[in-house]
């Protein structure tokens, strides 16, 4: 993993951009991401503290590995983005030094500015978060097993440890707010956000599985239904635009009941094995979100008579292995291979309970267009597709007493 | 030739009545083979064949022989219609090649109708003047009285013809017929005559709904579309016909093609689209040859393509196959095949008037409603309001099948009530059993018992009972037979076409099929019941398309009206 640090503060960054600049915030999925520094919820953070500053931020993309030339440029010359890229002035690289040269080169002609310093190669740990074990030469630090954390390197090398802080930018314009109860309480929201969202922003915590901030929402795992006021059917949150004075319910006995059905049903879809499944081991694409939805449910085994038949796994990847036993059909790896990858290698294939993802045409990976990006590594949810290298690795889980009172 | 005025029409339609005529010398009989699907599939093809080498061998020229789609009883076919000039026409039943040879020397060749193979005189298309007659039609001379007139036969005088006006009247390869016919009227008035906004408000006025199932008001889905601004838009034809036991789509699309096109013509002239699609399953392959004929036959005349009627408005029509999916009969799902993706549903929100195929507003209409289009711009919304209950006005199509007499296609005017259908127009069951229940809607819709009969058919009232209206399919199960078992039938079929979308959609189907077999297979207990009632709520109040919403409906259906077929069958 390539080690980053924040070079710049949020002053020098405005520095950097006009009031009338058109921006697009370009950030990695991958390394920079647990740096701390990329992924969806830094761009969402910098969008928002630029907005309230009177930027004009025009969009936002997520690349699942941002220092691939071929990727960036499909990005660029993709259907949906193409006006989007046309358009902009500036692009703000939230990625690796690496990524902010392949950036620099596939936009030539439009202001690219980078926030990183990149120092070294390293690792992730559970406990210390990422540290620096590979220090560049220029740096004048000594490799050592232990390893540098980020506050030891910010104050040795003058970075920030951290990203930019809210704030740092001025006060939210209150005009975009509305008002909305969701379950009997007051809350607030923004124009434009979804129920999901507006749930998240006020601590309220609705189950998903096919649901992911930086995907277009789907609603096809129905656990995030809820009901509106008004509305005759229940309504998908992750997919159901928030309005004025909304009233919401998002848990009651009878939402909870068929959550917890469709969970059953989830679970009687395949037999998912958690002795042998990478999936929970705590590493850092650990934690499955299916045993932690069927944890929160208390649901001790399915009622529905499982389905046994097994599917041969795929590990002729070199970087991934897929096991369609595990899958959920979330389509979360399929829509993260079309929007963050801009590959549309995924698909589903077959109909019915028989619908199953399959890389190219129905072919095994690496048969397949896959450009081994990790895209859906990082989407999938369950232990469908992991990393190759997290099989039987990750630290045993961390003793700790716990005291009865 | 190019149609650009209405005197062409109107030279087409005379010209062509004047060659159809029967005559003492040039052409004293016609005799027409109906050629439905279900017709070839009894037969009709080598009825037609050994007719035709027949009259070559013999070189008979005055004979005329002529092809058309189903008359709507399918039970009785093959049928064929014996026309001699000053006669009355006689349609035979079952018929095949050795009883067309003796209707051939004894009734074509001599005048002697053969009684035994005949099902009725006169035709379908002339019954409102024979009723008005008392039974006759004074230029047709009685050939044999012991035959039943058509108007006495319940089949065919309980029905009201709109959508089916021109069945085994025309030829569906020939566009002549069709305009002679008061074809293409409608749409010459609607493109030179009115414009969107006075369409948009015959066909509200008209009162019809959306005869696909849901029932949604035609007019206000063209006003949604014809808002939405854009300078493309698009206009579907949904002839993705799929529930097991219905085939009204298919009974017009292949008697009467152009109806579906003049409609088209209509709507997309209401509505501003330029491009229409007919999305036809690719399961009716006669249908398809049959559209793509008429298409092209009506580009050839000018009335699709650029400048339609010499007026400035430009539409062309294509035929697009589905590949198979039953879910491809949602709108969004269909959307979706016609964009060339996997036929998946989406979230209906925004609805396809605002952003339909390739993201331009669409307007989605099923076969049956746009056949209704062009008499309603004819006769006007007054008179089609006249048909009907007090809700829902015109005609419905049904397909009628199952354990009774009469298998067919029927048209009957709304708020009909089941019983009528059953016991007049089907006939009954046969001899000894009693039919116990009646499927209504194919898969999404619901069993209904023999103490609801009274019931109207119509939107509403159906609904209140837990089974709905549908598309039009009408399954009649006698006592025999199994309510379980029925629910079982529906549940394979939507589990087999689920598209694996949604998890309620793609689990929950399977696993409802899984209690069901159990069930019939004289394993499953109480608790068994009662987790399929739980499954089958939760399916209908989650799942994301209308397809899975609606397919735990045979099952709730029986279990609130045969709930004591569930518990025999779970007793050990």
Redesign the interface.
């Given at each position: 993993m390539i080690i980053s640090l924040r070079d710049i503060s949020y002053e020098d960054l405005k520095n950097k951009l006009n009031k009338d600049d058109k921006i697009v915030l370009w950030s990695c999925n991958t390394c920079i991401k647990f740096c701390g520094i990329g992924g969806y919820d830094n761009m969402v953070l910098l969008e928002n503290m630029l907005r309230a500053d009177g930027y004009n931020i025009i969009g936002k993309e997520l690349i699942s590995i941002a220092c691939m030339y071929s990727l960036a440029e499909q990005h660029k010359k993709s259907i949906d983005k193409k006006n989007m890229f046309q358009e902009a002035t500036a692009i703000i690289c939230l990625t690796c030094e690496d990524g902010f040269e392949t950036a620099e080169s596939v936009f030539n002609d439009k202001k690219v500015i980078k926030v990183v310093k990149t120092i070294g190669v390293g690792n992730f740990t559970m406990d210390r978060g990422p540290i620096l074990t590979a220090p560049f030469e220029w740096t004048g630090l000594e490799q050592n097993n232990q390893g540098y954390s980020f506050p030891e390197l910010a104050e040795k090398l003058h970075l920030y440890p951290t990203f930019f802080d809210r704030k740092e930018a001025a006060e939210d314009n209150t005009d975009e707010n509305i008002s909305l109860t969701i379950n009997n309480k007051k809350c607030t929201a923004r124009i434009g956000m979804t129920i999901m969202q507006a749930c998240e922003a006020n601590s309220i915590k609705v189950p998903h599985l096919c649901y992911e901030a930086d995907l277009t929402p789907d609603a096809n795992c129905r656990l995030c239904l809820c009901k509106v006021k008004g509305e005759k059917e229940l309504v998908p949150s992750c997919a159901t635009p928030v309005r004025e004075n909304m009233e919401i319910i998002t848990q009651d006995d009878e939402l909870e009941h068929a959550r917890k059905i469709l969970l059953e049903l989830a679970l009687a879809s395949h037999e998912h094995n958690c002795l042998t499944c990478s999936k929970g081991n705590p590493c850092i694409a650990g934690n499955c979100e299916l045993q932690s939805l069927v944890r929160d449910y208390d649901i001790k085994e399915t009622r529905f008579q499982q389905n046994k038949e097994k599917l041969p796994v795929d590990t002729s990847s070199p970087v991934l292995v897929y096991d369609p036993n595990k899958c959920v059909s979330c389509g979360r790896c399929v829509r993260a291979c079309k929007e963050v990858a801009c590959q549309n290698n995924l698909s589903f294939v077959n109909r019915g309970s028989k619908t199953c993802v399959a890389a190219g045409a129905n072919k095994l990976f690496n048969q397949s267009a896959c450009v081994t990006c990790l895209a859906c590594v990082f989407a999938c949810p369950t232990g469908a597709i992991t990393e190759k290298i997290s099989h039987f690795e990750g630290d045993d889980w961390l003793e700790t007493n716990v005291y009865q009172s | 030739m190019i149609v650009n005025k209405i005197s062409d029409l109107e030279s087409i339609k005379n010209k062509t009545l004047e060659m159809t005529k029967l005559d003492s010398v040039k052409k004293t009989a016609r005799i027409t083979v109906h050629m439905g699907t279900c017709g070839i599939a009894s037969g009709a093809k080598d009825v037609l064949n050994s007719l035709k080498n027949k009259l070559k061998d013999e070189h008979i020229k005055n004979i005329e022989i002529k092809t058309t789609g189903c008359i709507g009883i399918c039970s009785k076919e093959p049928l064929i219609t014996v026309e001699r000039f000053g006669e009355e026409p006689i349609i035979y039943e079952y018929v095949n090649v050795e009883k067309l040879n003796e209707i051939y020397d004894s009734h074509i060749k001599k005048g002697n109708v053969i009684a035994k193979y005949a099902l009725a005189r006169g035709k379908e298309v002339e019954l409102e003047e024979r009723v008005d007659n008392n039974g006759h039609i004074e230029s047709q001379k009685i050939v044999d009285s012991s035959i039943k007139g058509i108007e006495e036969i319940p089949f065919f005088r309980k029905q009201k013809r709109i959508v089916m006006r021109n069945r085994g009247a025309i030829d569906p390869y020939k566009i002549t017929d069709y305009i002679s016919r008061d074809g293409y009227m409608a749409a010459y008035k609607a493109v030179t005559e009115l414009d969107s906004q006075k369409i948009i408000e015959e066909v509200l006025d008209s009162g019809l709904r959306g005869r696909g199932g849901a029932g949604f008001p035609t007019g206000l889905k063209w006003k949604f579309a014809s808002k939405a601004d854009s300078k493309e838009k698009y206009i579907i034809c949904n002839a993705d016909e799929g529930d097991p036991g219905a085939f009204m789509d298919r009974s017009v699309l292949e008697s009467d093609p152009h109806s579906i096109i003049e409609g088209m013509i209509i709507a997309a002239k209401a509505v501003g689209a330029t491009k229409g699609f007919i999305y036809c399953r690719a399961e009716y392959p006669l249908a398809v040859e049959i559209l793509n004929k008429a298409l092209s036959q009506a580009r050839a005349y000018g009335i699709l393509g650029k400048n339609i009627f010499d007026s400035n408005f430009d539409l062309d029509i294509e035929v697009y196959e589905g590949a198979g999916?039953f879910v491809c009969g949602e709108e969004t799902a269909l959307i979706h095949s016609i964009e060339g993706k996997?036929g998946?549903p989406r979230?209906k929100i925004p609805y396809p008037a605002q952003k339909g195929v390739f993201s331009k507003p669409t307007v989605i209409n099923n076969v049956e409603t746009l056949a209704n289009i062009s008499p309603i711009i004819l006769n006007g919304s007054d008179w089609f309001r006249q048909i009907g209950s007090e809700k829902s006005k015109g005609t419905k199509v049904f397909s009628i099948t199952g354990d009774i007499n009469n298998v067919g296609c029927v048209e009957i005017p709304i708020g009909t009530s089941i019983k009528t259908v059953l016991d007049d127009i089907a006939d009954g069951t046969q001899q000894g059993s009693t039919i116990k229940a009646v499927q209504l809607g194919g898969p999404s819709g619901g069993c209904l018992p023999a103490n609801y009969f009274d019931t109207q058919l119509d939107y509403e009232p159906l609904q209140e009972l837990g089974v709905i209206m549908g598309s039009g399919g009408m399954i009649a199960i006698n006592d025999k037979k199994s309510a379980v078992d029925i629910a079982r039938f529906f549940m394979n079929f939507c589990?087999?076409?689920?598209?694996?979308?949604?998890?309620?959609g793609?689990?929950?189907?399977?696993?409802m099929l899984?209690i069901l077999n159990k069930i019939c297979d004289g394993k499953g207990n109480k608790e068994d019941v009662a987790?399929l009632e739980?499954?089958a709520q939760?399916v209908k109040?989650?799942?994301?398309c209308g397809l899975g919403?609606t397919a735990p409906n045979p099952i709730l259906s029986t279990l609130k009206y045969f709930k004591n077929e569930y518990e025999e069958a779970v007793k050990e």
């Open positions: - | 999916a996997r998946n979230l589990a087999d076409e689920s598209c694996g979308k949604c998890l309620p793609r689990e929950g189907t399977r696993q899984n987790k739980d499954l939760v109040k989650t799942a994301l919403k």
